[in-house]
């Protein structure tokens, strides 16, 4: 497209981009707060503020679709948001009454007590799923407009200040050019930008660059593949929360599981493997079907029928991974501020919380009409005197005490838990996780080669089969939104080097090397864009760092209902 587009733009006072639990919380809690600061402003005399325009963008179809997460939810964010969530229909599934830790192994299980990050009992257990649809209802109801089906393209600045968010083109086929139903994007300027579109989002990138955002750690992460199974009701146990590990694997690695019921006779399970694996052949999915094989899994998903499938990154880094929250005219968010707690496996009420804070600064923002860094720095300051910081400051060196190994982690880790999270030292650095990654040629002799598994297609599932059950679909006749920068080192360097990890890391078979007939011998890569479930795992792991995920058309991809 060399003409230039004719865009259509609007203004709005507040703009949120995603329309996850942070972004929603905290458009709601705005507007909660406004009216509590009206309250006290009448009372005193004072102008009260006009209700702000609010506009929530999000890439699904609708809100929710593409919301994955084990959610169990600690319930301390939404209390303070909604005190009587329970009398307003807040969609929890059960409460847990069983928090539990268990071993795997060949033979069986061991349940051994839970250490304190486990330790799970209160806790909702919830579709995240059905928590934003949930969140969005009170949204809408407190006059907020919520857009699905936009995905936020790009950020648009002024200077060294954000003004806004240009939505993606629509009807635009593979060549880049424009198709009948071509759609421009639109330009949306706000007084007030809150980034939140999760893990690794391509604003939130564009963000961290311009403005040199990074936090003292690089980012790192994990990626979770999730299923959802209908189980034999007499193997049903309504409040049951598991967390587990595999025996001998975690004498290797710090990959581990999680189990816990719903409604329906449906269980949640799901498996997490950590992106700096030194092998090229690190595989999530792979870990995660072979997990279902040890004894009690077989049981439990015995004449099971299998429902969802989807997967999702987690940023693992911490307090010390953390970016700058905040710059002109724009604040991060949630996962995209990495606000998860990696060591209590807990980010829903963290993404809650950090959007209630970045509410309340706002609502400062509007009180004095300046939304310069002057004032929104506040939101860093509310953040390091609020529970949250506590939260992430006790776990601050967790995931770079894993990052150097179980020797290591076994040394520190109760010192950790004595010293409130310091350790043996302070401040632990990390690396980031692509850069672990050893060359096939580094390796032991024995592991050099892909491990070979037969999927039974009863218990076990291929990656192309499981990408049948995450709901996805894209418009073939599009650009590509996994951008490769250089094809020809897949087919080269890359295959030479690391055989091709990609082929490995992504969970629903987005890449694939084929022969090349222009090249006998040599083979090319093939992106089956049209499978991707928006995990983030290839922008994160490839060892090259050429792969980037941009946002499809907007609502296209995964349909995580129920999950």
């Given at each position: 497209m060399t003409q230039p587009v004719e865009r259509e733009s609007m203004e709005v006072d507040v703009l949120y981009v995603g329309g996850g639990p942070a972004t929603l919380a905290s458009a709601l809690h705005l507007m909660n707060q406004i009216e509590a600061h009206n309250r006290r402003a009448e009372s005193e005399g004072r102008d009260i503020l006009e209700a702000p325009t609010v506009l929530v963008l999000e890439k699904g179809a609708s809100i929710g679709d593409h919301m994955l997460s084990g959610a169990v939810m600690n319930p301390k964010a939404l209390n303070e948001l909604v005190p009587d969530a329970e009398n307003q229909g807040f969609p929890t599934e059960y409460v847990c009454d069983y928090a539990g830790f268990w071993l795997f192994h060949p033979r069986g299980r061991l349940k051994l007590p839970a250490p304190p990050n486990f330790r799970k009992k209160g806790y909702h257990i919830v579709s995240l799923n059905k928590v934003a649809k949930w969140l969005a209802d009170r949204c809408e109801a407190a006059g907020i407009e919520i857009y699905p089906g936009f995905a936020g393209d790009q950020i648009l600045v002024d200077g060294s200040r954000v003004i806004g968010v240009r939505t993606g083109d629509m009807g635009v086929d593979r060549e880049g050019k424009p198709k009948a139903n071509f759609q421009p994007g639109?330009?949306?300027?706000?007084?007030?930008?809150?980034?939140?579109?999760?893990?690794?989002?391509?604003?939130?990138?564009?963000?961290?660059?311009?403005?040199?955002?990074?936090?003292?750690?690089?980012?790192?992460?994990?990626?979770?593949?999730?299923?959802?199974?209908?189980?034999?009701?007499?193997?049903?146990?309504?409040?049951?929360?598991?967390?587990?590990?595999?025996?001998?694997?975690?004498?290797?690695?710090?990959?581990?599981?999680?189990?816990?019921?719903?409604?329906?006779?449906?269980?949640?399970?799901?498996?997490?493997?950590?992106?700096?694996?030194?092998?090229?052949?690190?595989?999530?999915?792979?870990?995660?079907?072979?997990?279902?094989?040890?004894?009690?899994?077989?049981?439990?998903?015995?004449?099971?029928?299998?429902?969802?499938?989807?997967?999702?990154?987690?940023?693992?880094?911490?307090?010390?991974?953390?970016?700058?929250?905040?710059?002109?005219?724009?604040?991060?968010?949630?996962?995209?501020?990495?606000?998860?707690?990696?060591?209590?496996?807990?980010?829903?009420?963290?993404?809650?919380?950090?959007?209630?804070?970045?509410?309340?600064?706002?609502?400062?923002?509007?009180?004095?009409?300046?939304?310069?860094?002057?004032?929104?720095?506040?939101?860093?300051?509310?953040?390091?005197?609020?529970?949250?910081?506590?939260?992430?400051?006790?776990?601050?060196?967790?995931?770079?005490?894993?990052?150097?190994?179980?020797?290591?982690?076994?040394?520190?880790?109760?010192?950790?838990?004595?010293?409130?999270?310091?350790?043996?030292?302070?401040?632990?650095?990390?690396?980031?996780?692509?850069?672990?990654?050893?060359?096939?040629?580094?390796?032991?002799?024995?592991?050099?080669?892909?491990?070979?598994?037969?999927?039974?297609?009863?218990?076990?599932?291929?990656?192309e089969h499981l990408v049948q059950f995450s709901g996805t679909q894209h418009e073939v006749d599009q650009p590509s939104h996994l951008v490769v920068a250089d094809t020809d080192l897949c087919s080269t360097t890359c295959a030479e080097e690391y055989g091709n990890p990609c082929e490995s890391f992504c969970p629903a078979a987005v890449y694939e090397m084929v022969d090349d007939s222009a090249h006998p011998g040599r083979k090319k890569l093939l992106i089956?864009?049209?499978?991707?479930?928006?995990?983030?795992t290839c922008d994160i792991a490839d060892p090259y760092q050429v792969i980037t995920w941009t946002p499809p058309e907007g609502g296209q991809g995964p349909d995580y209902t129920g999950m």
């Open positions: 639109m330009d949306i300027f706000a007084k007030v930008t809150v980034i939140g579109e999760g893990v690794r989002g391509s604003l939130t990138k564009q963000l961290v660059d311009r403005f040199e955002l990074e936090g003292r750690n690089p980012q790192n992460f994990e990626t979770g593949v999730k299923e959802i199974w209908k189980i034999d009701p007499k193997k049903h146990r309504p409040g049951r929360v598991v967390h587990g590990f595999l025996l001998p694997d975690i004498l290797k690695r710090f990959h581990g599981m999680w189990l816990y019921d719903m409604k329906d006779d449906l269980i949640s399970y799901g498996f997490v493997t950590l992106l700096d694996s030194k092998s090229p052949h690190s595989d999530p999915h792979l870990a995660a079907q072979k997990f279902k094989t040890t004894p009690w899994m077989k049981w439990l998903l015995e004449g099971a029928e299998l429902i969802r499938y989807g997967a999702k990154a987690l940023p693992t880094g911490g307090l010390y991974s953390q970016p700058k929250l905040y710059v002109d005219g724009a604040l991060l968010v949630g996962d995209s501020a990495s606000f998860c707690n990696a060591q209590n496996l807990a980010g829903i009420h963290m993404a809650m919380k950090s959007g209630m804070l970045a509410a309340e600064t706002i609502v400062g923002a509007l009180a004095q009409q300046d939304f310069t860094s002057k004032t929104l720095g506040d939101y860093a300051e509310r953040y390091r005197n609020s529970w949250a910081y506590r939260e992430h400051y006790q776990a601050r060196n967790f995931g770079a005490s894993i990052e150097k190994g179980l020797f290591f982690f076994g040394l520190n880790e109760p010192i950790r838990m004595i010293t409130g999270g310091r350790g043996i030292r302070d401040e632990l650095t990390m690396e980031p996780g692509y850069t672990q990654m050893q060359k096939v040629s580094e390796l032991p002799k024995n592991e050099r080669e892909k491990e070979a598994f037969a999927f039974d297609g009863k218990l076990t599932f291929s990656k089956h864009h049209e499978n991707c479930v928006h995990c983030k």
